[in-house]
């Protein structure tokens, strides 16, 4: 069974930076896209940013174009999510992703098209 761990959040003051870690394990990590997603309370959960298989795509929530950065090291099965300019309403749960694609360099912004997922990591961004 795949299992994804995040790691790196925390409380950090607004115009701060955090970064988060996502390694996997029990998969074949250079096989999958790799995601970030965030889901603040009472909201529902929003796309952030993907990573193609091979690091060639990015794609990334216009909310935090410009301000984060996805990385992956295929070598350590890990996805990374650099944040900076941090903002208060960047504050939530955020969580990693895995979804299989094999066969392209696609990249997904849909929740349901991931197959794995981590438990998250709380971010909390104060003003």
């Known amino acids: 069974q795949a299992r994804l761990v995040e790691s790196g959040g925390g409380l950090v003051q607004a115009g701060g930076s955090l970064r988060l870690s996502c390694t996997a394990s029990d998969i074949t990590f250079s096989k999958y896209a790799m995601g970030w997603f965030r889901q603040a309370p009472g909201k529902e959960r929003e796309f952030v940013a993907a990573i193609s298989r091979s690091g060639v795509n990015l794609h990334y929530a216009d909310s935090v174009k410009g301000r984060f950065i996805i990385s992956r090291d295929n070598t350590k099965n890990t996805v990374y999510l650099q944040m900076n300019s941090l903002k208060p309403e960047d504050t939530a749960v955020y969580s990693c992703?895995?979804?299989?694609?094999?066969?392209?360099?696609?990249?997904?912004?849909?929740?349901?098209?991931?197959?794995?997922w981590g438990q998250g990591t709380q971010v909390t961004v104060s003003s």
């Open positions: 992703a895995a979804d299989y694609t094999p066969g392209a360099p696609i990249i997904a912004m849909i929740p349901s098209e991931y197959d794995y």
